[in-house]
């Protein structure tokens, strides 16, 4: 494999770069020609990121090959701290991304690593790049022509920069930007879609901060990042190209991006969606990405949000989301609800399982955000659960004189009388 040294990087301008992304902080010229695919942004504190990869960006060829494949190139940046883990890294990514992988080949380059692979239908080759204890890594799969000849380019024009979190957002060809006070949005298309989803976005943070008054750690919050798809199908292709299927919209803890489309067929849908992913994403932020929040508690506080209304003044106002209600009712009055202490320790996939979860978690948080008497659980439990660490520990300090059992009792009373 004919990888270009890269000690002579360092001599390489800048200014010849195709690429560059100052707040991943690299860049590289891109194959001529090929097409830049959307990935997820490169988060702000992606040493904490979790197990895995980040993805930088992607590129496609504009056309088959002689083979009939589509060559792509994935440029990652990864959390290991030597050459030989990020080896490993890369390796396992690429096992679990591309049927058949197997390395054919590999060999030391300075301070860097290259392989080449097959691949089911084609072949595949990959450089690392580290500078000190940053390693980013180039991934290039096509058919069984495809030759090496734009990663040469790519690594050969690699430049570490400093990572700049403060740099402005990098727009990928075709898409637009918008900030408002707390986010920033890139989308296609509508600018007057873009511009009301940035005003619900505002609303509905307002009223976040106001029944979930939580500090964020570290002090100042981030700008959170939003994409805006202008039709399902980019929206679907783009998903499950990040491992989500079937969804409306999602938030990625991982990136910490909210990702949506606008449903003309029902853009009201469109807009309480978005409330419930903006209240995952917000939860994320003040919370921080190593605390677990139950998923009762999660799923349940986002369909709280999901009921809401914005108003025709611009502010945005919770109410009872009467859906899921009657969907905890029905459960409760057939027998099917689930006891609070069975629900407070389940796992996501048990939580999914249960068809009037989202109902019975809805139920539950509502009552606890509007009952007198537990006035004040609810953002106790979240900073409970990012102090302690444990979830355990932080319910038994957020429920303090109440028992499981007389909160059992008390919801199931107001669920039937409310």
């Known amino acids: 494999m004919r990888i270009l040294a890269f000690a002579l990087l360092s001599s390489v301008a800048l200014a010849d ?56 190139i994935d440029v990652f940046l990864l959390r290991a701290g030597t050459a030989d883990e990020a080896a490993k890294e890369l390796e396992g990514w690429a096992s679990e991304t591309w049927r058949g992988f197997e390395v054919l080949e ?7 690593r290259t392989l080449n692979a097959r691949i089911d239908g084609g072949k595949a080759f990959a450089a690392i790049m580290a500078s000190g204890s940053r390693h980013a890594a180039i991934f290039l799969a096509g058919g069984p022509s495809q030759t090496d000849a734009p990663i040469i380019r790519a690594t050969g024009t690699w430049l570490f920069l400093d990572p ?5 957002l990098r727009i990928p060809p075709g898409w637009k930007a918008s900030e408002t006070q707390h986010y920033r949005l890139r989308f296609q298309g509508d600018d007057d879609f ?17 029944i979930l008054p939580l500090e964020v750690p570290g002090g100042d919050r981030r700008s959170l990042d939003v994409r805006l798809f202008s039709n399902a199908r980019e929206f679907a292709a783009y998903a499950s190209a990040n491992g989500v299927e079937g ?31 903006a209240t995952h994403q917000y ?9 677990r929040i139950p998923i009762w508690l999660d799923e349940g506080l986002g369909e709280v949000f999901y009921g809401g209304a914005f108003g025709a003044g611009g502010a945005f106002t919770v109410g009872p989301n009467d859906a899921r209600l009657d969907e905890a009712r029905r459960a409760l009055k057939s027998g099917a609800a689930l006891k609070l202490d069975t629900m407070f320790g389940m796992s996501r996939d048990e939580f999914y399982d249960v068809d009037s979860a989202y109902g019975q978690g809805l139920s539950v948080a509502w009552f606890l955000l509007s009952d007198p008497r537990y006035r004040g659980v609810v953002p106790a439990w979240l900073a409970a659960l990012r102090d302690e660490g444990d979830a355990k520990k932080a319910q038994a300090k957020a429920l303090e004189n109440h028992t ?12 039937v009388e409310e």
């Open 17 to 72: 770069a195709a690429y560059e992304d100052r707040r991943a902080g690299v860049t590289f010229s891109a194959p001529d020609g090929w097409i830049e695919v959307p990935t997820p942004p490169v988060p702000e504190d992606v040493e904490e990121d979790a197990d895995g990869p980040t993805p930088v960006v992607r590129y496609q060829a504009s056309e088959p090959d002689g083979d009939g494949m589509l060559a792509r």
């Open 106 to 112: 590999r060999n030391e380059l300075g301070s860097g």
């Open 164 to 168: 700049d979190p403060a740099a402005p």
């Open 194 to 210: 873009a511009r009301e989803v940035g005003r619900h976005l505002e609303a509905i943070s307002a009223e976040l901060r106001r």
């Open 247 to 277: 969804a409306e919209a999602y938030f990625s803890p991982a990136q910490n991006e909210l990702v949506a489309h606008m449903d003309e067929r029902s853009p009201d849908r469109t807009f309480h969606v978005l409330y419930h992913e």
């Open 283 to 291: 939860l994320r932020d003040v919370l921080g990405r190593k605390t």
């Open 404 to 415: 499981v059992e007389q909160l059992e009792r008390d919801w199931k009373r107001w669920l």
